[in-house]
């Protein structure tokens, strides 16, 4: 086929398509229905389904079934921020970075299905599915996002990113609501274990995967090698990441405010990977089906989120950035500690929105904010990005390990949402120092 020209609409199409494909994993497996499964599978209720043991051993030790999986997520994480330098440095000096992207594609889409087969008694192998699961999701994310540059005019980028992004809202509620319906009426679909119709879940976000994605494939390009591959491009990545983190001793705002993002986004990203397993472990769903209740949070997350966004970005032009970010992370410590007192679905259905309204503005806020800060004669702004998305990376290794390690401890999850307020409340302090107005020393 012949190639098509760098800004052809089909093209640009095509590259966002694959946000259709791989957002799937980030609803189905990160926030929805595997959270649920796994919560179902780990806690033991009685009749009445009160909680009697939330216990599981794996590899010869006694853990708590969210500080297990908080420590699987954080593992992952940790190897995906190792990682992302040496795809980055290389993303743009190989030949056929289609390939690349391809691989993670693969990987996370087949750990997906292998999902299917997670049971107590085989603990080692579904947490091992888990976990390459979200490499792949996250490196290839590095190829995708790479290929904008390639596909795209200057001019053409930020439409065709956020055309990436609604395909990947719009692709994955479909693909959530599929699976909800066939959850909830599997005898619609002939099944007669109610338990199968989740686990069939994990293989169509497979399949959806791999299978729309080949529609991105087929239109990309190999990619453009810009140089041979060498020991020296294999350690780009981490010299611009070095060479960003001298730079910041020259940037009095820009070094305060990337510690307070670092600080307060570990909490972020935390809460945000952990809503659903609290949800099903620690509220008293009575008669109602926690699978629905929970299912319809996560939407109702997602569709305030934006609202969240629009609102933020109008309240910033009003009053500034760093002034709504610190109103925001209020809101925040607020939120946790409502959270430590709630027991009941709406309850849980009122801190959902809530999260919704502040993670969407915080999410959005916090990277625009990023981007007015940095040197206005930054040449290099791809190496900033990356120093900023490892920063969020490593952030949530830390956080998920601390979330779990309180949970362990304490014996409750509560506890460990209230421990991340002091993140919250020290992103305050911390975004209270930053100057004004850049300061160059």
């Known amino acids: 086929m012949k190639q098509l020209p760098k800004g052809s609409k089909k093209l640009i199409h095509a590259w966002a398509f694959y946000d259709w494909a791989n957002s799937v994993y980030s609803l189905v497996i990160s926030s929805a229905i595997f959270p649920i499964f796994y919560g179902t599978l780990t806690i033991v209720k009685d009749a009445q389904g009160n909680k009697i043991n ?11 079934n969210d500080t297990l999986i908080s420590y699987v997520t954080a593992a992952a994480f940790l190897v995906v921020s190792i990682l992302s330098p040496f795809l980055s440095g290389i993303a743009d000096y190989i030949g056929n970075k289609k390939n690349f992207l391809k691989f993670f594609c693969y990987l996370g889409a087949v750990s997906c299905i292998g ?7 085989f603990l080692w192998f579904g947490l091992l599915c888990y976990f390459l699961a979200l490499i792949g999701f996250w490196s290839s994310l590095v190829f995708y996002n790479s290929y904008l540059p390639d596909i795209a005019f200057p001019e053409q980028q930020d439409k065709a990113s956020a055309k990436g992004f609604s395909l990947g809202y719009v692709g994955s509620v479909i693909l959530l609501i599929l699976c909800l ?12 274990d109610e338990g199968l119709p989740t686990r069939l879940s994990f293989v169509l976000t497979g399949v959806w995967w791999i ?12 990619g453009n090698k810009k140089a041979r591959f060498t ?12 060479g960003i983190w001298k730079s910041l001793k020259h940037n009095k705002s820009l070094k305060r405010y990337l510690i307070a ?24 769903w009575g008669d109602q089906d926690p699978t629905t209740g929970l299912i319809v949070s996560i939407l109702l ?30 809101i925040w410590i607020a939120i946790c500690g409502y959270a430590y007192f709630i027991t009941t679905p709406i309850q849980f259905y009122f801190a959902a929105a809530s999260v919704g309204l502040v993670m969407g503005g915080i999410q959005s806020l916090s990277r625009s904010t990023y981007s007015k800060m940095l040197p206005e004669n930054a040449l290099d702004t791809a190496s900033y990005f990356s120093f900023y998305d ?17 949970a362990q401890e304490t014996g409750s999850v509560r506890n460990a949402i209230l421990f991340l307020a002091v993140f919250f409340i020290a992103g305050v302090i911390l975004l209270m120092r930053v100057p004004k107005k850049t300061i160059m020393e």
């Open 54 to 64: 939330d216990t599981v051993s794996f590899l010869g030790v006694e853990y708590n």
């Open 115 to 121: 999902l299917f087969w997670f049971s107590l008694d």
């Open 181 to 192: 319906l066939m959850i909830l009426k599997y005898d619609w679909f002939g099944f007669e």
């Open 211 to 222: 299978g729309f994605s080949q529609y991105t494939y087929y239109y990309l390009p190999k």
């Open 231 to 242: 020991h020296d491009v294999l350690f780009n990545g981490f010299r611009e990441l070095k």
């Open 261 to 284: 993002f670092f600080v307060y986004s570990m909490a972020v990203q935390t809460i945000m990977l952990v809503a659903t397993y609290f949800g099903i472990e620690e509220l008293e």
């Open 301 to 330: 997350i997602q569709l305030v989120a934006v609202a969240g966004a629009i609102l933020t970005s109008r309240l910033a032009i009003k009053y500034g950035d760093v002034k709504i970010l610190i109103f925001i992370n209020l």
């Open 390 to 406: 490892v920063s969020e990376k490593i952030g949530i290794v830390i956080g998920m390990s601390l979330y779990g390690y309180v």
